[in-house]
T-cell receptor, first 117, second 115 residues
Framework: EAGVTQFPSHSVIEKGQTVTLRCDPI?????LYWYRRVMGKEIKFLLH????????ESGMPNNRFLAERTGGTYSTLKVQPAELEDSGVYFC???????????????FGQGTRLTVV | AQSVTQPDIHITVSEGASLELRCNYS??????LFWYVQSPGQGLQLLLK??????LVQGIKGFEAEFKRSQSSFNLRKPSVHWSDAAEYFC?????????????FGTGTRLTIIP
């Protein structure tokens, strides 16, 4: 069974440009999460989808970030326009069912390393 | 709000030596605690988790962790490390607001193994 897949693995863009990150969760997983790690800091929650609905987007830093999950399958995270402080590693995770912390494991992708120059 | 502190940014141990990685948390209720590992080029992998019950939790790859409520700690241990254990380790606390779950991570501890 394929794991959580993220594209691209690395992206280098100039300040002001747009970047779109993609996450393909494990098939059948309704829960999809985005997290971000800024260099040397903790991994921070960005948002949580249940199927195509945003369950919690309290961690999104500002309106330059837009996450979508059309059809409840893969998700995209767009940064427009990108700023220097957006650099970091963006992780996606997926899990099955409700009360994920009790019953099931959240599986993480390998992350996308975004560098804004 | 919950928080996690991993006081050691980088630890170096010899292969075969014992290991303890420290984790302290702050959370207003009974915590749900996790340890994840990220090996080079890989995603985060769950090592073990604690929800309730026995305070000594066994995980994969020979790791264990002990929950100590009085110290607000959840330290990760391994009696004898292998070169393949070189990775970055993250402690996390889970906030459960029904239907609204998220993890709060520490800053991570990078483990280097020397021969």
């Amino acid at each position: 069974e394929a794991g959580v897949t993220q594209f691209p693995s690395h992206s280098v863009i100039e300040k002001g440009q747009t970047v779109t990150l993609r996450c393909d969760p494990i098939s059948g997983h309704d829960n999809l999460y985005w997290y971000r790690r800024v260099m040397g800091k903790e991994i921070k929650f960005l948002l949580h989808f249940v199927k195509e609905s945003k369950q919690d987007e309290s961690g999104m830093p500002n309106n330059r970030f837009l996450a979508e999950r059309t059809g409840g399958t893969y998700s995209t995270l767009k940064v427009q326009p990108a700023e220097l402080e957006d650099s970091g590693v963006y992780f996606c995770a997926s899990s099955q069912g409700e009360q994920v912390l009790f019953n099931t494991e959240a599986f993480f992708g390998q992350g996308t390393r975004l560098t804004v120059v | 709000a919950q928080s996690v502190t991993q006081p050691d940014i980088h630890i170096t141990v010899s292969e075969g030596a014992s290991l303890e990685l420290r984790c302290n948390y702050s959370y207003g209720a009974t915590p749900y605690l996790f340890w994840y590992v990220q090996s080079p080029g890989q995603g985060l992998q769950l090592l073990l988790k604690y929800f309730s019950g026995d305070t000594l939790v066994q995980g994969i790859k020979g790791f264990e962790a002990e929950f100590k409520r009085s110290q607000s700690s959840f330290n990760l241990r391994k009696p004898s490390v292998h070169w393949s254990d070189a990775a970055e380790y993250f402690c996390a606390v889970g906030a459960l607001n029904f239907g609204n779950e998220k993890l709060t991570f520490g800053t991570g501890t990078r483990l280097t193994i020397i021969p």
